[in-house]
């Protein structure tokens, strides 16, 4: 079993290796690095608390169709990359691998290696509103895969060119996709 101590390193390793897209993104790596090194809680126990807590996007991407997957999410309201909450000792490429066998039934497959792409400091739209640490990571998978979703998070699901999440409004996602999508033009073009 992996120590706290060791698992707070492997964190922080994760977001060394983060090149931010922008002034926001520097801020909340460092955000991020200072709230794991100060010892507070990390993981989700009780519904929404400890705030803030730990989880982990997975964008699954076709690349071939140059499209992702967003999912229009129950409780957010929003249209949103699949995810879910980083469990006490797990690490944020552990919930994807478990996460996306729950949501999409689909294995792990990344697009850009193991590694986050991607990390934000989100308050939530829910009437308990906490912060979200996301580690947003990078999958690969055809559309034709993705032949199941999880009704109990999603009212469906749909396909988006890259280029055309730039263009819905921002309001209908998380507030930080269109960011999130223009990091990840970059890199699958430069990559």
Same mark, same amino acid.
């Given at each position: ?10 964190? &922080?390793?994760? @977001?060394?290796?983060? /090149? *931010? ?5 520097? +801020? ?33 991407? !076709? *690349? !071939?169709?140059?499209? @992702?997957?967003? =999912?229009?999410?129950? +409780?957010? =309201? &929003? ?6 909450? #980083? ?12 996460? #996306?066998?729950?949501? &999409?039934?689909?294995?792990?497959? *990344? ?14 739209? %829910?009437?308990? %509103?906490?912060? !979200? ?14 032949? $199941?979703?999880?009704? =109990? ?6 396909? @988006? /060119? $890259? ?6 409004? @921002? ?16 890199? #699958?073009?430069?990559?």
């Amino acid at each position: 079993m992996m120590t706290d101590s060791d698992r707070r390193a492997l964190l &922080l390793q994760d @977001l060394d290796a983060i /090149s *931010p897209w922008d002034l926001m993104e520097a +801020k909340h790596l460092q955000e991020t690095a200072a709230w794991i090194r100060d010892g507070s809680p990390l993981d989700r126990t009780v519904f929404d608390e400890p705030d803030p807590h730990l989880v982990a996007y997975f964008v699954v991407t !076709d *690349p !071939d169709r140059e499209e @992702l997957l967003l =999912g229009h999410h129950r +409780k957010a =309201g &929003l249209r949103l990359p699949s995810g879910g909450h #980083v469990e006490p000792g797990e690490l944020p490429w552990q919930t994807v691998v478990r996460e #996306v066998e729950e949501e &999409l039934r689909l294995p792990a497959v *990344p697009l850009l290696g193991r590694n986050p792409l991607f990390v934000t400091r989100t308050p939530t739209v %829910s009437p308990r %509103s906490h912060t !979200d640490v996301s580690y947003w990571f990078v999958l690969r998978a055809h559309r034709e895969d993705v032949a $199941w979703f999880d009704p =109990g998070e999603y009212f469906a699901v749909e396909w @988006l /060119s $890259w280029r055309q999440v730039l263009d819905e409004p @921002l309001q209908q996602l998380d507030p930080n996709m269109h960011r999130f999508t223009s990091k990840l033009l970059a890199a #699958v073009t430069t990559g």
